[in-house]
């Protein structure tokens, strides 16, 4: 029927699928971190459907930085911050992804947490295209989040000593 699109999964013949990660930490003392992390990968994908050749090879990577640092007054930033590189496949182009989160929390007598988070929202925007088609797909996760917690402990504070040894967090 025109204007129809029927979409399932397909088994090619063969799938090579190949990566690498590479992750660094830093910690400079207690009061600053700072961690990266580097992703390569990539797939050789081979094989016909109905006499139309699928075969695609493609690589991509992905990244991400984080840090924590203690500000003064006892409030603590964390930060992360990732990407997603473009990838083409044999029926579909991917662009690149952008993820942000940011925190900042300040605690009291042991006892007494404050928490404000700010995360960005997550898009996915790729093309699908096949003779005699073409398709823009859109996908959002989540708009901006903002987030304020609180959190008290009624029984001893969360450094406590005799809590660690018990190993328990309750």
Same mark, same amino acid.
């Not at 979409?7 to 830093?26: H, M, V």
């Not at 930085?65 to 579909?92: K, M």
């Not at 989160?101 to 960005?120: A, H, P, Q, Y």
């Given at each position: ?13 063969? #799938? !090579?699928? $190949?990566?690498? #990660?590479?992750? &660094?930490? $830093?910690?400079? !003392? ?5 961690? @990266?992390?580097?992703?390569? $990968?990539? /797939? ?7 006499? #139309?050749?699928?075969? /695609? ?5 992905? +990244? ?25 496949? +044999?029926?579909?182009?991917?662009? =690149? ?5 940011? =925190?900042?929390?300040?605690? *009291?007598?042991?006892?007494? @947490? ?7 929202? %997550?898009? *996915? ?10 398709? &823009?797909?859109?996908?959002?996760? @989540?708009? *901006?989040?903002?987030?304020? &917690? ?8 969360? !450094?406590?000593? #005799?809590?660690?040894? %018990?190993?328990?967090?309750?």
């Amino acid at each position: 029927e025109a204007g129809t699109v029927l979409s399932r999964p397909l088994n090619l013949e063969r #799938e !090579d699928q $190949y990566g690498f #990660e590479f992750i &660094t930490n $830093y910690r400079a !003392d207690n009061g600053f971190s700072i961690g @990266t992390e580097f992703n390569l $990968y990539g /797939a050789d994908q081979r094989g016909q459907f109905r006499d #139309e050749d699928l075969s /695609a090879n493609f690589s991509s990577w992905s +990244a991400g930085l984080r840090t924590q640092i203690d500000l003064i007054a006892g409030v603590q930033f964390q930060g992360r911050f990732s990407y997603n590189a473009p990838r083409a496949e +044999a029926q579909l182009r991917s662009l =690149g992804q952008v993820v942000a989160f940011m =925190g900042i929390s300040k605690r *009291w007598n042991d006892r007494f @947490t404050l928490n404000f988070n700010v995360r960005s929202p %997550r898009y *996915w925007n790729a093309e699908a295209f096949a003779p005699g088609f073409r398709q &823009t797909l859109r996908q959002s996760w @989540t708009i *901006w989040r903002f987030s304020l &917690t609180g959190s008290y402990r009624f029984e001893r504070g969360a !450094d406590s000593r #005799e809590r660690r040894a %018990r190993g328990s967090i309750r």
